[in-house]
């Protein structure tokens, strides 16, 4: 069965929710970033990282997602098949990947983005960080005004993708997900899913 190699709190919560969904055995193993077990199967010492039965390895969360939705289309997590439907969530894959993860790097390591190690830099670093997210968040939550799922098709692994962020983005950002209606829907809905709530109970250790 394919291994999920998975840390709390990072985006490989997305393919674990999706191997949830599509029900196939799979296997879970928690492991901590940049540790040696990790690093024997990404040298980058990241999660998410699949491995499969034959020892092939995929990393990045974008590729696991759109791999497991193509391997099991019987699960109907793809967002549709027509050629523009898959553009779309290629389209939207990208954007939490490259504009909506990317924004919270100044939250979560300030450090990164100055060379004054002082704490008003750091916090000023953070601040702007802020700012990015708010960015991505007003345009992702204009995306969803009156829609349920991120993809016309319904409930993709788009959606799983976003909810880890979206998770971010309630604990880090001032008032949380307050201005941002459509997003806590589109949160709510995934939290009160079963399968969500199993992944979401395991990663806690409970």
């Not at 709190?9 to 492991?31: F, K, M, N, Q």
């Not at 969530?89 to 390591?109: C, E, G, K, Q």
Request: a negative charge; charged letters at 20%.
């Amino acid at each position: 069965m394919p291994t999920l190699y998975y840390a709390p709190g990072a985006c490989s919560l997305a393919p674990h929710i999706v191997l949830e969904w599509i029900g196939a055995p799979y296997e879970a193993v928690r492991v901590k970033h940049g540790s040696e077990e990790l690093l024997a199967v990404n040298p980058a010492g990241a999660v998410p990282t699949l491995r499969e039965d034959d020892g092939w390895l995929l990393t990045q969360a974008g590729a696991i997602l759109d791999y497991l939705a193509n391997k099991h289309p019987e699960a109907g997590l793809s967002g549709g098949d027509s050629l523009r439907a898959r553009a779309e969530a290629h389209r939207w894959s990208a954007f939490l990947t490259s504009d909506v993860h990317a924004a919270f790097w100044p939250v979560f390591m300030p450090f990164r983005y100055t060379a004054d190690e002082g704490k008003e830099a750091r916090r000023a670093v953070v601040e702007a960080g802020h700012k990015l997210v708010a960015k991505q968040f007003d345009i992702l939550n204009t995306h969803l005004d009156g829609r349920e799922h991120m993809l016309d098709g319904g409930r993709s692994v788009i959606d799983a993708y976003a909810f880890p962020m979206i998770r971010w983005a309630q604990k880090m950002l001032p008032g949380g997900l307050e201005p941002y209606a459509n997003v806590q829907a589109l949160h709510d809905g995934l939290a009160a899913d079963p399968a969500v709530q199993r992944i979401l109970a395991r990663e806690a250790g409970k």
